[in-house]
Antibody, heavy 120, light 106 residues
């Protein structure tokens, strides 16, 4: 079964660092881009950035450039999303999603989500 | 920047057809993807590239895209179809999601 499994919910304080993970299985992990998507409470979906596991080529959406770091360890089929200094406004659900093949493709497989709560 | 517009909410009677739109100038020139997000769950792809259903998605879900409007149609609506639906396109290298439509099945 093709799936993405994310790490569990996190409760942190402002200023702390955090790294959450997304492990792929059931497919060739290095052959598909992985995106991170934010969903703030009661709001829509925002793509934060995307990484290609085979060569770690990373693209950030302008709103998130410099705010987070996306990385990957292809030896364990895992992508990461990291904050060096959390803010209360980072409180949200974060999803990883596999981007399908070809240009302008859909996000065909989603992780279950990781809830991040940041208290000030 | 490119933006796509969805109605905030759509209601449909049980067993009837629901239509959810995604609008923007000349959206018909782009591929549109649709996601279903049930309460408390992750999004699920239900239509890709305008009118294609992934494996496991019922035939009741279909899509079209022409001119300035893309449409997701759900026939014979069921209680389990109650969810938020998001359209998504690419504008150059940018991913654009619609704001989402809450579908209520009456």
């Amino acid at each position: 079964e093709v799936q993405l499994v994310q790490s569990g919910a996190e409760v942190k304080k402002s200023g702390e660092s955090l790294k959450i993970s997304c492990k792929g299985s059931g497919y060739s992990f290095t052959s598909y881009w992985i995106a991170w998507v934010r969903q703030m409470p009661g709001k829509g979906l925002e793509r934060m950035g995307t990484i290609y596991p085979d060569d770690s080529d990373t693209r950030y959406s302008p709103s998130f450039q410099g705010q987070v770091t996306i990385s990957v360890d292809k030896s364990i089929s895992t992508a990461y999303l990291k904050w060096s200094s959390l803010k209360a406004s980072d409180s949200a659900m974060y999803y990883c999603a596999r981007q399908g093949r070809g240009g302008a493709s859909a996000f065909d497989i989603w992780g279950q989500g990781t809830m991040v709560t940041v208290s000030s | 920047s490119y933006e796509v517009t969805q109605p905030l909410s759509v209601s449909v009677a049980l067993g009837q057809a629901a239509r959810i739109t995604c609008g923007e100038n000349n959206i018909g020139s782009k591929d549109v993807h649709w996601y279903q997000q049930r309460p408390g769950q992750a999004p699920v792809l239900v239509i890709y590239r305008n009118n294609n259903r992934p494996s496991g998605i019922p035939e009741r879900f279909s899509g079209s895209n022409s001119g300035n409007t893309a449409t997701l149609t759900i026939t014979r609506a069921q209680a389990g179809d109650e969810a938020d639906y998001f359209c998504q396109v690419w504008d150059s290298s940018t991913v654009v999601f619609g704001g989402g439509t809450r579908l209520t099945v009456l």
